[in-house]
């Protein structure tokens, strides 16, 4: 289960990678919850219609209850999920925060 503090961790992510306000209309990133999985996304104005949004992946990490842990996943070009090799399982979602920061492999942010 997705814990409150956790999401206070990718609230402060978020703020802090986040583009000026000028800027957010045309890009800006956001987060949702499926389920047991947070994903991180880039939202943009589609290139035919600016009003329409467009929203890309960036980063999924999953929670496993029953290792108490979470797996990390980085979105392909064949618009799959796939298990991030370098490090495929975190303790915590600051740690994930972190781990797409980093982003030694240029995997998450290209």
Not at 83 to 97: A, G, Q, R
Request: glycine share 0%; with cysteine; proline share 5%.
């Amino acid at each position: 289960m997705i814990e409150s503090l956790e999401i206070e961790e990718l609230d402060n992510y978020l703020s802090y990678i986040r583009p000026s306000e000028e800027l957010r209309s045309k890009i800006d990133i956001a987060y949702r919850i499926e389920k047991q999985s947070v994903i991180i996304f880039e939202v943009t104005p589609h290139w035919k219609d600016p009003k329409q949004k467009i929203e890309s992946n960036v980063a999924k990490a999953t929670f496993v209850k029953k290792d108490n842990h979470w797996k990390v996943f980085w979105r392909r070009a064949d618009l799959k999920w796939h298990s991030y090799k370098p490090m495929p399982i975190v303790e915590n979602l600051l740690d994930f925060t972190r781990l797409i920061e980093k982003d030694e492999y240029n995997c998450f942010w290209g």
